[in-house]
């Protein structure tokens, strides 16, 4: 079946800094990749998406590559902020609003 | 934006009781929903596909006479946790699909904490 693998599991940056989150998918018919943050004890919130028809998507300081002959994706966020730190997942699926599966998580820490 | 809403937010069972989670999209119909499980510091998983009207389609090795799920209208799904274990102690979070919007999005609830004593 689908598989999703992200990493790195962990993540520390400097504030300022940017970070980087990459994931791979293994099923070649999945055409949407969404981004999600999730703080403690919360439920996900969407931060970004891309389809396969586009190789790159940005919103401020996030943005999203899409690499389908590789079958990988990453998150990218600039000039981080205390306030980025949660756990980011990536998410694969073949259609918008379909069933997604999620890679392992990113814990990312933003230090002051 | 859409708003889907989950109950109870947290709840502790004791051992070999039922306990039942509730998934609404408070504005919009939702033909579709999932659920997903999340243990501490670990992925989300999907359990099942919830479709208005007819049976659940489960993932491999959930059992559905454990993870019971009901979607009798379009802005309701529950997921009843039959005869609770310590091991089903778990976030439960539901998903919801707007096909009224195109492309069709997908909008998460805040979670549901079921702890079995």
């Known amino acids: 079946g689908e598989n999703v693998e992200q990493h790195p599991s962990t993540l520390s940056v400097q504030e300022g800094d940017s970070a980087v989150i990459k994931c791979t998918y293994s099923?070649?018919?999945?055409?949407?990749f969404p981004w999600y943050k999730q703080e403690l004890g919360k439920g996900p919130q969407l931060i970004i998406d891309?389809?396969?028809?586009?190789g790159e998507k940005k919103d401020q300081r996030i943005a999203v590559t899409l690499n389908k002959t590789a079958k990988h994706f990453s998150l990218h966020i600039t000039e981080t902020q205390p306030e980025d730190s949660a756990v980011y997942f990536c998410?694969?699926?073949?259609?918008?609003?379909?069933?997604?599966?999620f890679g392992q998580g990113t814990e990312l820490s933003v230090k002051p | 934006g859409a708003v889907v809403s989950q109950h109870p937010s947290w709840v502790i069972c004791k051992s070999g009781t039922s306990v039942k989670i509730e998934c609404r999209s408070l504005?919009?119909?939702?033909?579709?929903m999932f659920w997903y499980r999340q243990f501490p510091k670990q992925s989300l998983m999907l359990m099942a596909t919830?479709?208005?009207?007819?049976?659940?389609?489960?993932e491999q090795g959930v059992e559905k006479d454990k993870f019971l799920i009901n979607h009798a209208s379009l802005t309701l799904s529950t997921l009843t946790v039959t005869s609770a274990h310590p091991e089903d102690s778990s976030f439960y979070i539901c998903?919801?699909?707007?096909?009224?919007?195109?492309?069709?999005?997908?909008?998460f609830g805040e979670g549901s904490r079921l702890t079995v004593l």
């Open positions: 891309i389809r396969s028809n586009v």
């Open positions: 998410a694969a699926s073949k259609n918008q609003g379909g069933k997604l599966i």
């Open positions: 099923d070649s018919a999945s055409n949407y």
């Open positions: 919830s479709n208005e009207g007819s049976k659940a389609t489960y």
């Open positions: 998903s919801a699909r707007d096909r009224q919007k195109l492309p069709e999005e997908l909008f």
């Open positions: 504005d919009f119909q939702a033909t579709t």
